[in-house]
């Protein structure tokens, strides 16, 4: 998926990656993926309730 596709389809971006990883490309080269907070726990073995919550400015 590209990170334009990702940024105007944010909501159906989430419900793939509920399923399964979802790579993130910007400008044809794979830069982030997008995973499910179970597959995080499970990859990492830690619960997400102590990391911090993001707050993200509009327009970035």
Avoid: C, W
């Avoid at 830690?46 to 911090?52: C, D, I, M, W």
């Amino acid at each position: 998926m590209s990170a334009a596709e990702a940024k105007n389809g944010f909501g159906h971006l989430i419900d793939i990656a509920r399923q399964e990883p979802v790579k993130i490309e910007k400008h044809g080269r794979a830069v982030v993926v997008v995973i499910s907070i179970e597959e995080y726990e499970r990859l990492t073995g830690l619960q997400t309730n102590p990391l911090p919550q993001v707050e993200v400015q509009q327009g970035e």
